[in-house]
């Protein structure tokens, strides 16, 4: 069964802190993996989107890093600000190309920065 | 500019009663979703639309069914509402046609649907 485990599911962290997110995952075949943030009553934003053959990617103060043998994947920030706290998701697709069913989310980790 | 907008942003209706979400988009994609995000805040796709065929259809009830006029708009109704259905519902859209590929999503602000 294809799932999707976030850890940790909650997170409390001093404003100007580094922390990591984890995403482990049992989805085959595997096509990309997504990490969104969403901020409390509000859509999901794309932070990074990982193909198969890329390790790392980074936006901003976010780096993504991906380990396909492993099937883990982190998301790391970076001198946390106070704007970082939400909830952040993680999304595996599957199968290339497309099909809903290849889609597996993940619960998410709530985040909270603290002043 | 609003990329993704949806309407209303806060529904209350009585169970029975038939409700429809309405979503655009004005960034020229070609595939738009709708997801649900239960209370427990977990996402879950429910359609997508590419240039007006339903490309993605979960196991949702069939009181729900997606409505695109034309490619910048993909609304969704609900027939005979049930307390189950208050969630929030969220309109995306990407660029891509073939579903689930590497193209960005952009997500609307949400609806928060509540059924008494």
């Known amino acids: 069964k294809n799932q999707v485990e976030q850890s940790p599911q909650s997170l409390i962290i001093l404003e100007g802190k580094n922390c990591t997110l984890q995403?482990?995952?049992?989805?085959?075949?595997?096509?990309?993996l997504r990490w969104y943030k969403q901020d409390t009553g509000r859509g999901p934003v794309s932070l990074t989107i990982m193909t198969f053959s890329e390790n790392t990617k980074s936006n901003g103060r976010y780096t993504a890093t991906l380990d396909a043998d492993t099937k883990q994947s982190s998301l790391h920030i970076t001198a946390s600000q106070l704007s970082d706290s939400a909830s952040y998701i993680c999304?595996?697709?599957?199968?290339?190309?497309?099909?809903?069913?290849?889609?597996?989310f993940g619960k998410g980790t709530h985040l909270i920065i603290q002043p | 500019d609003t990329a993704v907008s949806q309407t209303p942003k806060y529904l209350v209706t009585q169970m029975g009663n038939d409700k429809s979400i309405k979503c655009e988009q004005n960034l020229g994609h070609d595939t738009m979703y709708w997801y649900k995000q239960d209370s427990k805040k977990f996402l879950k796709i429910m359609f997508s639309?590419?240039?007006?065929?339903?490309?993605i259809n979960e196991t949702v009830p069939n009181r729900f069914s997606p409505k695109s006029p034309d490619k910048a708009h993909l609304n969704l109704h609900i027939n005979s509402l049930e307390l189950g259905d208050s969630a929030v519902y969220f309109c995306?859209?990407?660029?891509?046609?073939?579903?689930?590929?590497?193209?960005?999503?952009?997500f609307g602000p949400g609806t928060r649907l509540t059924v008494l």
């Open positions: 639309y590419n240039n007006k065929e339903l490309i």
């Open positions: 995306a859209s990407s660029q891509g046609g073939t579903g689930w590929g590497t193209d960005t999503q952009y």
């Open positions: 999304v595996v697709s599957g199968r290339s190309g497309g099909g809903a069913d290849g889609l597996t």
């Open positions: 995403c482990n995952y049992t989805v085959s075949p595997f096509s990309n």
